[in-house]
């Protein structure tokens, strides 16, 4: 098994002389390998002549893409590819994995952080039953000298956690540098100290393993912590490693998981076992299995406080990993998602206290241009409360969510809508109920004083015990009653922070137009404007949305139809997509209210032949409108959105969230 720690994988390289059949997509600038230094990059362009080119036409330079596709690799088991990077001035690097037949490439990692030195980076590959590429994006940034250099990719079988410390990477460990206190690499025949134990792995003293030694403590409670790279994909299992520790008074061991917000969770701590045996000196290694449960990313943090110099010291050893709990009784990972609910079928787990007065309705408007829909697909169910026109004084609202688990995380996300004209002060809290006890405690409540549009929240919040979500709307009098609509209820595991703005909207044929456009451009040849980047409502009165459909209070593209002469249009297009055999399902959101509404259309763009896949024409509805289609097309090609302006200036039309995914379109 030793052998198998080292043992490389087709798709690693270290570019000495050759690129091991990596090369250059010709559609994109060309990697360089350098021979002199062992490297591929990318750089930006430094020609003489660039200053005469800018005088002739004063464009901004484009945008530098290079792409390097690995050879194809056809690993079924579990393998861990780690990259040695630099990225000099501004750019950024990205791998993704990209599968015979399938039009979008699975995102791997990413970064965009400069460096004076290379880095390390690691990122699980998962089982795969198909042949795969690795691919790796790099783009200069448009300052001087930028460039993006891969210097080594090693692919090895097994978790990116595991480590046995036997080579120079230490599969991409790493101190975290403190004055006093640090984590080195032990043995390979380099006695520093006496009495330093065998290394694990061989059970030799050639072998290597990390330590950490009080002697150099200065202070009370100095910390040294060894931090394993961050985890790029879910994980759930078993955790093992070897450790030894002397003077077990004179410290703390600990291990934890650390997040990309920073925030830790303790996973175990050494006791004070074996004390009699253990004096002072490191002998026996003592292996130790605990549950790891990482629905996000984290990194592993192996941390040791001492209390003096005479504090002793500890090493570990051979980290492994194995997707089995370590013991049949671990619970599994909770899936959140029961309290996860978008009222188009009933109410899912949630429940009404009938006791406690009115209810929450279970209501569905049919497009029209008064009335604003559900949030879903602008044409299906959604909850409101005190709906009635004469409601009793003293009502209250409770709507009851299945029980989660105590001792987690929870990210809680959901849409409200002010509706009515009384007072809205009180017109949705949320409360967080214990159970075995009636304590409530109130984690949101309503502050938006917008009404008629669906506004996004999310809301952070931990629980020691197993609680309820409840949510609470009071009407006290006619003139003092929220009527508040509630729609697309949906919990994750983990901080809000974590999962906002994950990899959903960097995915391609992504966009909720939050930061711009995404990889959508505007056609310049056959339109007479351009399609228009807004939050709010539009200008002209009785036509366009009142804000978007993602959060309320974000970005959508629309059409002004003001500057623009009936039957003009404007068209937005895609990045080019790859051909597959299989079908690909469109989704996305589209706006079209006003008196003189034009047209809206979606068409397939290749070779220049153009397909209809979609299109509606007319005032539609004053809510935003789901639509969903599925094509197939096994050439390159683009998707391109066409909105056309009608007889009037109220004819802005708006579109938003595009969704574009391999596969058939669900349901």
Not at 169 to 191: D, M, R
Request: overall charge negative; some cysteine; proline content about 5%.
């Amino acid at each position: 098994t030793i052998q198998a720690h080292n043992q490389l994988l087709p798709g690693s390289c270290n570019f000495e002389s050759n690129t091991c059949g990596y090369t250059s997509d010709s559609d994109f600038t060309s990697w360089t390998l350098h021979k002199d230094g062992r490297f591929v990059a990318v750089e930006t362009a430094m020609n003489d002549d660039q200053d005469d080119k800018i005088g002739a036409d004063a464009r901004p330079q484009r945008e530098i893409t290079g792409v390097l596709l690995s050879p194809a690799l056809e690993q079924g088991e579990w393998s861990c590819l780690r990259l040695v990077y630099q990225i000099i001035g501004s750019g950024s690097l990205e791998v993704l994995q990209r599968t015979e037949g399938k039009s979008f490439d699975k995102p791997l990692w990413s970064s965009q952080a400069p460096s004076d030195s290379w880095v390390i980076s690691s990122m699980d590959l998962q089982n795969n039953t198909e042949p795969y590429r690795v691919v790796m994006e790099g783009k200069p940034g448009q300052s001087a000298g930028s460039s993006v250099a891969i210097f080594e990719i090693h692919i090895s079988p097994g978790y990116c956690l595991e480590c046995d410390f036997e080579e120079s990477h230490l599969c991409g460990y790493s101190n975290q540098w403190n004055a006093n206190v640090n984590w080195y690499v032990g043995g390979g025949w380099v006695q520093l100290h006496n009495n330093m134990p065998n290394d694990h792995t061989y059970n030799n003293r050639t072998g290597h393993f990390m330590y950490v030694d009080s002697i150099y403590a200065k202070t009370f409670k100095e910390v040294a912590k060894l931090v394993s790279p961050m985890t790029t994909v879910p994980m759930s299992g078993c955790l093992s490693f070897q450790y030894q520790r002397s003077e077990e008074r004179g410290n703390l061991f600990s291990v934890f998981t650390r997040d990309r917000l920073g925030q830790y969770q303790e996973l175990w701590r050494a006791g004070l076992e074996n004390q009699s045996e253990w004096s002072g000196t490191l002998g026996e290694w003592i292996p130790v299995q605990v549950d790891l449960k990482a629905p996000f990313s984290v990194q592993v943090v192996f941390e040791v406080a001492f209390n003096s110099q005479r504090g002793g010291r500890v090493a570990i050893d051979d980290i492994f990993f194995s997707p089995e709990f370590c013991s049949t009784d671990t619970e599994p990972i909770f899936d959140p998602s029961i309290a996860n609910c978008d009222f188009e079928s009933g109410l899912c787990h949630y429940t009404q206290d009938q006791v406690m007065g009115s209810s929450w309705r279970r209501v569905s408007v049919k497009p029209n241009i008064f009335r604003n829909g559900d949030h879903t697909t602008g044409a299906g169910s959604f909850l409101l409360a005190h709906s009635q026109l004469s409601p009793r004084a003293g009502y209250v609202s409770h709507l009851i969510g299945p029980t989660l688990p105590g001792n987690m995380k929870y990210c809680l996300r959901f849409y409200f809508s002010l509706r009515g004209f009384n007072q809205t002060d009180r017109a949705l809290t949320v409360y967080l109920q214990q159970q075995q006890s009636s304590s409530q405690e109130k984690i949101w409540t309503q502050g938006e004083k917008s009404r008629g549009i669906w506004i996004a929240t999310d809301v952070t919040f931990q629980t020691t015990r197993p609680a309820k979500l409840v949510f609470v709307s009071t009407c006290r009098s006619f003139w003092d009653c929220g009527s508040v609509a509630l729609d697309d209820i949906s919990v994750s595991l983990g901080d809000c922070e974590l999962t906002a703005g994950s990899l959903a909207s960097s995915l391609p044929g992504h966009c909720d137009f939050e930061a711009g456009l995404c990889s959508y451009t505007q056609d310049k040849q056959s339109d007479g404007a351009d399609w228009e980047w807004r939050r709010g409502p539009t200008p002209t009165s009785y036509t366009g949305p009142r804000g978007d459909h993602t959060t309320g209070l974000g970005y959508y593209l629309y059409m002004e139809a003001s500057p623009m002469l009936p039957g003009q249009s404007v068209r937005l297009l895609s990045r080019p997509l790859r051909g597959s055999r299989g079908p690909k399902c469109l989704r996305f959101y589209y706006h079209m209210y006003g008196s003189g509404t034009g047209q809206l259309s979606v068409h397939l763009d290749k070779d220049g032949e153009d397909v209809l896949l979609w299109q509606r024409s007319g005032e539609q509805s004053i809510a935003w409108l789901r639509a969903t289609l599925e094509y197939q097309c096994d050439s390159q090609h683009q998707i391109v959105f066409e909105a056309t302006r009608g007889s009037s200036v109220r004819s802005d039309i708006a579109i938003d969230d595009i969704v574009l995914e391999g596969g058939p379109c669900p349901g």
